[in-house]
Each structure stands twice: as structure tokens, then as C-alpha cells.
């Protein structure tokens, strides 16, 4: 599978809103559901806390959602915490999984 | 409490194997695929292999093939790597994780890994 670019960093203030984008390089990418975003605090293992583009697993916040449109997907974290700074890695999944780059979100 | 614990980590000369065990607890591991996902020094994440619930299938990420063989034993809730031919570029925090398909109708559908490790670091240097 081709890989996929993230950005390598964003920043929010408290409160705000903050989007990070995930591109495919080719039509699989578009064509398939299976993307999975993971947050991940220094020294920790990746959390997952979204699939299938926009599902949540149990307990985690409704502040974090997901969206598809073309070949880009998205995690938006709306109400910024001081918590959600990390590292978040975008995933697709078609006969095994491959990583994005990761961005690190700083709360400004 | 649902748990995977890896182990055999350590520091191992250019060329040299080592065996990395996961022992998995709090769910039914048989009936899951499993995987290890890889994390360099100050780098991204980077998935390495997966094997089917019964061990029939498996993958490797081509960096690793030839030199990586992944197995498990169910009846020990245990999930292996062994690696081989180790090259400075393969050290790295190595972790499994749970893969979760949900069924759905008469189809399953892949919702992501849903349970880790903590990480077993692996350091190839002379």
C-alpha cells in the first residue's frame, strides 16, 4: 500500500478547533472506509479513536470526529484541551495496515 | 482487564535474532488477528506484520521479509516475532495489537486495533 501524508504539525488554543488531513496517494485510499486515526501521548502506546473514517470506539470524547472526501481524510478535535496534545497518526487498512507520518498537535 | 504484554526486547549486534513474545489476556485470543506495529526512535508509527486468528495467513512489510517470521500459539494466548539478520534501521519500540473486525449482516468489517501493548524496545548496534 502507498503511504500517507500528514501534516507535521498544527497548533489550537484552548477551545478551538483544530483539523488534521491524512492523504492517499492512489484510488484505494478513496474507494475504502477503513481508516482509523490513533492519538498518541509521549512515552505511551497509540490509542485508537477513530474508525471507519468516523466512528468513535467507547469513551472516547464527541469532541473527536472523522470525515472522508476523495482521496483526504480528516480528524477534527473541536473544544481543545490542554490533554489533546500528542501525536495523531492516520491509518488505512485494505489487506494490512500502513501509517501516515503523524502530526503533532501542540495546545498553544 | 483486557492486556497484551510484550517482552524479549533488548540489545542485539548487527546480523544477530532475537524473539519477541506478546502474551495476550482478558479476551479470547484465537479469535483475533494479531499484529506488530514498530516505532523508531523519534519516528512514526510503521506496521510490520499480522497473522490470521489460526496462523494460516500472514503479512510482512517489505523491509522485514525474509528476515521476519511472525507465529502464535493460542493455547498460550501468545503471539511471537522473530527476527533475524537485524540491521541498525529495525531498531524501535515494537508493539502488537489487537485487530477488531465487526460482523455485520453477512459481511465483517475492519474498525481498527483496538488493544496494545506497551512496547518492547529493541536497540541493533555494535
Known amino acids: 500500500q502507498s503511504a500517507l501524508t500528514q501534516p507535521a504539525s498544527v497548533s489550537g488554543s484552548p477551545g478551538q478547533s483544530i483539523t488534521i488531513s491524512c492523504t492517499g496517494a492512489?484510488?484505494?485510499?478513496?474507494?475504502?472506509?477503513?481508516v482509523s486515526w490513533y492519538q498518541q501521548h509521549p512515552g505511551e502506546a497509540p490509542k485508537l479513536i477513530i474508525y471507519e473514517v468516523s466512528n468513535r470506539p467507547s469513551g472516547v470524547p464527541d469532541r473527536f470526529s472523522g470525515s472522508k472526501s476523495g482521496n483526504t481524510a480528516s480528524l477534527t478535535i473541536s473544544g481543545l484541551q490542554a490533554e489533546d496534545e500528542a501525536d495523531y497518526y492516520c491509518s488505512s487498512y485494505i489487506t494490512s495496515a500502513v501509517f501516515g507520518g503523524g502530526t503533532k498537535l501542540t495546545v498553544l | 482487564e483486557v492486556q497484551l504484554v510484550e517482552s524479549g526486547g533488548g540489545l542485539v549486534q548487527p546480523g544477530g535474532s532475537l524473539r519477541l513474545s506478546c502474551a495476550a489476556s482478558g479476551f479470547t485470543f484465537r479469535n483475533y488477528y494479531m499484529n506488530w506495529v514498530r516505532q523508531a526512535p523519534g519516528k512514526g508509527l510503521e506496521w510490520v506484520a499480522n497473522i490470521k486468528q489460526d496462523g494460516s495467513e500472514k503479512s510482512f512489510v517489505d523491509s522485514v521479509k525474509g528476515r521476519f517470521t511472525i507465529s502464535r500459539d493460542n493455547a498460550k494466548n501468545s503471539l511471537y516475532l522473530q527476527m533475524s539478520s537485524l540491521r541498525a534501521e529495525d531498531t524501535a519500540v515494537y508493539y502488537c495489537?489487537?485487530?477488531?473486525?465487526?460482523?455485520?449482516?453477512?459481511?465483517?468489517?475492519?474498525?481498527?486495533?483496538?488493544?496494545w501493548g506497551q512496547g518492547t524496545t529493541v536497540t541493533v548496534s555494535s
Open positions: 492512489n484510488s484505494d485510499f478513496g474507494a475504502y472506509n477503513y
Open positions: 495489537a489487537r485487530d477488531r473486525w465487526e460482523l455485520r449482516a453477512t459481511h465483517y468489517y475492519y474498525c481498527g486495533m483496538d488493544v
